[in-house]
């Protein structure tokens, strides 16, 4: 069975573009999260999906920052524009429904560079 | 709000060394309490966790303890070897909140040969 998938593992772009994640679950995984690490700190909750619906968006830093989950199945994570402070890795995770009893499968993560 | 507070290291040990790595935390109600490893070039794993007071979680050789009167979960291994050369993460998730891992910030273990 294939793991949790992210892509690309790598990004650097300029301060002001735009940069686009991507995370595949594993497949029949209702629940999807993105948390994300800054060099140094906590790995922080950024959100959370049920299928295509956002259970919680508590975490997401500021308005520059847009998660769609089309279909309830891959989801994207889009940063517009991009920040210094934005740099760090970001990781997704999923599991086949919510609560403690269910363990959240992680990505790799995407590590993002913004110069 | 609920918050992990763990050894962050780095930590460089010798084959064999024993190995702590220290964890409290702050949460309201009872916490489900975990370690989390990231492998070189590898995602976050699950390594043990514990899901009320007083229980034991194992794998791999690493034990840690849930301690409700000391809100603590420290991890430990009786000998380490060079495999376990990683980034640990202690984390919790508090049961009818927020659906969220809260994460401490890592420490990062070398083991050498």
């Known amino acids: 069975e294939a793991g949790v998938t992210q892509f690309p593992s790598h990004s650097v772009i300029e301060k002001g573009q735009t940069v686009t994640l991507r995370c595949d679950p594993i497949s029949g995984h209702d629940n999807l999260y993105w948390y994300r690490r800054v060099m140094g700190k906590e790995i922080k909750f950024l959100l959370h999906?049920?299928?295509?619906?956002?259970?919680?968006e508590s975490g997401m830093p500021n308005n520059r920052f847009l998660a769609e989950r089309t279909g309830g199945t891959y989801s994207t994570l889009k940063v517009q524009p991009a920040e210094l402070e934005d740099s760090g890795v970001y990781f997704c995770?999923?599991?086949?429904?919510?609560?403690?009893?269910?363990?959240?499968?992680f990505g790799p993560g995407t590590r993002l560079t913004v110069t | 709000g609920d918050s992990v507070t763990q050894m962050e290291g780095p930590v460089t040990l010798s084959e064999e060394a024993f190995l702590t790595i220290n964890c409290t935390y702050t949460a309201t109600g009872y916490p489900s309490l975990f370690w989390y490893v990231q492998y070189p070039g590898e995602g976050l794993q699950l390594l043990l966790k514990?899901?009320?007071?007083?229980d034991k979680g194992s794998n791999k050789g690493f034990e840690a303890t849930y301690r409700k009167e000391t809100t603590s979960f420290h991890l430990e291994k009786g000998s380490v070897q060079v495999s376990d050369s990683a980034v640990y993460f202690c984390?919790?998730?508090?049961?009818?909140?927020?659906?969220?891992?809260?994460f401490g910030k890592g420490m990062k273990l070398t083991v050498n040969p």
């Open positions: 995770a999923s599991s086949q429904a919510s609560g403690m009893s269910y363990e959240q499968y």
């Open positions: 999906f049920v299928k295509e619906s956002k259970q919680d």
């Open positions: 984390a919790l998730f508090r049961q009818g909140g927020s659906e969220k891992l809260v």
């Open positions: 514990a899901t009320k007071a007083d």
